[in-house]
């Protein structure tokens, strides 16, 4: 089973710019989807973007399109998440999960097997 490592958040000001880190160890993200998720306080869960590792299509919420950038290292076996232009309203423990997946298209949330720890992002306005 891999396992999810995420990094790179933190404190940031509005219309910061930071990248988040998702690694994964124990085997390569090949056949997966792997997926940003967000959780602000007292809000569940929801999604922010995806990419599927064989066929490399994205997918992005409406809140994060055009200013935030999922994209994949095959060799470091990363995917990471740039975000530009953050808003107040990003702030949230952000959420790295990953599942087994042979389609071109993008598993709900409830399929994602595996999860990171979260790594929180404060943006102060």
């Known amino acids: 089973q891999v396992q999810l490592v995420e990094s790179g958040g933190g404190l940031v000001q509005a219309g910061g710019s930071p990248r988040l880190s998702c690694a994964a160890s124990?085997?390569?993200?090949?056949?997966?989807?792997v997926g940003w998720f967000r959780q602000a306080p007292g809000k569940e869960r929801t999604f922010v973007s995806a990419v599927d590792w064989n066929c490399g299509s994205t997918s992005y919420a409406d809140s994060v399109k055009g200013r935030f950038t999922i994209s994949r290292d095959n060799a470091k076996n990363t995917v990471y998440l740039q975000m530009n232009s953050l808003k107040p309203d990003d702030t949230a423990v952000y959420y790295c999960?990953?599942?087994?997946?042979?389609?071109?298209?993008?598993?709900?949330?409830?399929?994602?097997?595996?999860w990171g720890q979260g790594t929180q992002v404060t943006v102060s306005s």
């Open positions: 124990g085997r390569t993200f090949s056949n997966y989807a």
């Open positions: 999960g990953a599942t087994p997946w042979f389609q071109c298209n993008y598993p709900p949330q409830y399929e994602y097997s595996r």
